[in-house]
């Protein structure tokens, strides 16, 4: 597979241009498939979660996950990362209730800045010619590829993610998230909007419970 080298100079003007570039926004629909596998690798369990990824021009998004129930489809909950406040929230739609995670930096969206230089190879993945990166999880302060990333460079867009994690004491997971049927326009602006949610109040760092998986890094 080819793999695209640039050098210093050509990346650092390459991000100033993406910085300064308005995102293209995306309507996607999205899913993730948990697979439970036992020592042997076979799967023990499968479960399968639908939803939406909408991505506005200024590079703020809101992933959202569906629920089905009495022969209707609805949003249960979601994720806003708000380029416009500079915050995540955590959305719970049922309850209109909205919980500040974190703050963000200035600029668009990381996905948006595919770095080709550190590309493992190249893949067409649902339509999409794609980047290859790692996934790594740190154990030990150690680095351990679990997985690949495949990034759309021409779109700043993460297509699909495929790792498998093995907890501490946990279960080992096969875990792959995808965006199918993108399509290129401009999400309604009421998807970012909050002004229809109560807002609680940010509560402390969680903890890591016993057995829980250690966080993903993608290498870009």
Do not use: W
Not at 9 to 23: E, R
Not at 63 to 76: N, V
Not at 83 to 96: A, F, G, P
Request: charged fraction near 25%.
């Amino acid at each position: 597979m080819r793999r695209m080298v640039l050098s210093t100079s050509v990346l650092l003007t390459l991000g100033l241009l993406l910085c300064q570039a308005q995102v293209t926004p995306v309507v996607a629909k999205r899913r993730v498939v948990e697979d439970v596998l036992d020592s042997e690798g076979r799967v023990v369990s499968h479960s399968e979660m639908l939803g939406r990824y909408l991505r506005n021009s200024e590079g703020s998004t809101v992933t959202q996950i569906l629920s089905s129930g009495g022969g209707k489809t609805a949003i249960h909950s979601g994720q806003l990362e708000d380029y416009r406040r500079h915050k995540i929230y955590s959305l719970n739609y049922e309850k209109h209730e909205a919980v500040e995670l974190v703050g963000l930096p200035d600029g668009p969206h990381p996905e948006y800045l595919a770095n080709a230089g550190s590309a493992l190879g190249e893949e067409t993945v649902n339509g999409f010619p794609c980047l290859i990166h790692s996934v790594y999880v740190k154990i030990d302060g150690r680095k351990k590829q679990i997985g690949k990333t495949y990034d759309s460079a021409g779109y700043g867009l993460r297509i699909k993610e495929d790792a498998v994690i093995e907890p501490p004491g946990g279960p080992r997971t096969h875990l792959v998230e995808e965006l199918y049927d993108v399509s290129f326009v401009e999400p309604d602006p009421t998807e970012f909007a909050l002004e229809k949610f109560s807002f609680l109040e940010k509560g402390p760092a969680a903890c890591a419970k016993p057995g829980a998986a250690p966080p993903l890094e993608s290498l870009k």
